[in-house]
């Protein structure tokens, strides 16, 4: 099949376009590469595709030596984005391209509006006027808030998200639905639970944290290590979202699944767990709950196991050695 990735440039998308690759589908990938975070991960994670930086040029679309299309373009560029669609004829659209990071969007919530909003409605659009067969999306665990009922259920209420990051991607899930209902595209919307592993997000706890350790800096311990997060390893996100690509079978128009690890680890147990991997004992500061942050995150998987066999099979002891393992040798032959 023929499928766009949204985001490839990106930590989720990299994997997804290079898994996808290898099963054999057509992949097109597509990024703005901004700067939120160092641009030099970015592009070494094209890089891991055969994508050259050399060759990328603002809407060009490409062909990097593992087979994989590549074209720098941004979401909210309607008009370039329509013409990509135009002469592509996408079967499987993901949507993993979003502005990230909860407490960012505290003090920068119009970046999050322009990504996340404008930038989802331009895929919608394009969806609509050259019908793809399935429409993927990223949403997040995030719109859950701080709901006290665990785990969380698909059906549970999500009307009271508590960061503007979780707002919009609230948001992504109704406009989805609506586009889904009036114009009969279907979708699928993933609530993703903390993603970690190797080539990852910079401003991601895992990240943070193993740094800091390795550099004798203290960490900041919120709410006293008392959060809870459901730490799901990239591997297991891989081929769960390539279990829906490959099944693709008509349900309802519009899904939404969690996909996560359904077993919370408390914030304190997870640095314990970095600690033993890097055998170095960790300078830790307690802090108050942050604005933004919620309590537990803990995805009930039920449904997707139920309609496409998803079990997460990583230990967040192996993952966690995996992603050091990976951090050691990237940055150690970066020299930093």
Same mark, same amino acid.
């Given at each position: 099949m023929k499928i766009?990735?949204?985001?490839?440039?990106?930590?989720?998308?990299?994997?997804?376009?290079?898994?996808?690759?290898?099963?054999?589908?057509?992949?097109?990938?597509?990024?703005?590469i901004n700067s939120y975070y160092d641009t030099s991960l970015k592009y070494?994670?094209?890089?891991?595709?055969?994508?050259?930086?050399?060759?990328?040029?603002?809407?060009k679309l490409i062909t990097g030596v593992m087979g994989i299309h590549f074209? @720098?373009? *941004?979401?909210? /560029?309607?008009?370039?984005?329509q013409a990509l669609f135009s002469k592509q004829n996408f079967e499987i659209v993901v949507n993993l391209a979003a502005q990230a990071g909860v407490r960012y969007s505290i003090t920068n919530p119009k970046d999050y509006i322009d990504s996340n909003i404008t930038g989802f409605f331009n895929i919608l659009e394009a969806c609509r006027n050259f019908p793809v067969k399935h429409l993927i999306y990223a949403s997040s665990s995030s719109v859950y808030g701080n709901s006290s009922k665990t785990p969380?259920? @698909?059906? *549970?209420?999500? /009307?009271?998200?508590?960061?503007f990051y979780a707002a919009t991607k609230k948001s992504n899930e109704v406009m989805a639905h609506t586009y889904s209902s009036l114009y009969g595209i279907k979708a699928t919307?993933?609530?993703?639970?903390?993603?970690?592993?190797?080539?990852?997000?910079?401003?991601?706890?895992?990240?943070?944290?193993?740094?800091?350790?390795?550099?004798?800096?203290?960490?900041?311990?919120?709410?006293?290590?008392?959060?809870?997060?459901?730490f799901t390893y990239i591997d297991d996100i891989i081929e769960g979202i390539c279990a829906i690509i490959e099944k693709n079978e008509d349900k309802k128009r519009h899904n939404i699944y969690n996909i996560g690890n359904g077993s919370p680890v408390k914030l304190i147990e997870f640095i314990e767990v970095i600690e033993k991997a890097l055998n170095i004992p960790a300078k830790k500061e307690n802090y108050p709950l942050q604005d933004g942050d919620v309590l537990v995150t803990y995805a009930s998987t039920h449904s997707l196991l139920r309609d496409f066999d998803y079990q997460p099979t990583i230990t967040i002891e192996t993952g966690v050695k995996k992603f050091v393992e990976w951090y050691l040798d990237y940055f150690g032959k970066k020299g930093k």
């Open positions: 766009l990735i949204t985001g490839t440039a990106g930590f989720i998308g990299m994997y997804l376009a290079i898994r996808l690759k290898n099963l054999g589908h057509d992949v097109v990938g597509l990024d703005n070494d994670r094209l890089k891991e595709q055969g994508i050259s930086k050399d060759d990328i040029y603002y809407n074209i @720098e373009l *941004d979401l909210q /560029d309607a008009r370039n984005l969380f259920l @698909e059906s *549970d209420i999500t /009307d009271e998200p508590i960061s919307g993933l609530r993703f639970f903390t993603v970690y592993g190797p080539w990852g997000r910079p401003d991601m706890a895992m990240f943070l944290f193993t740094k800091a350790i390795l550099n004798g800096e203290i960490i900041k311990v919120f709410n006293h290590g008392n959060l809870q997060r459901d």
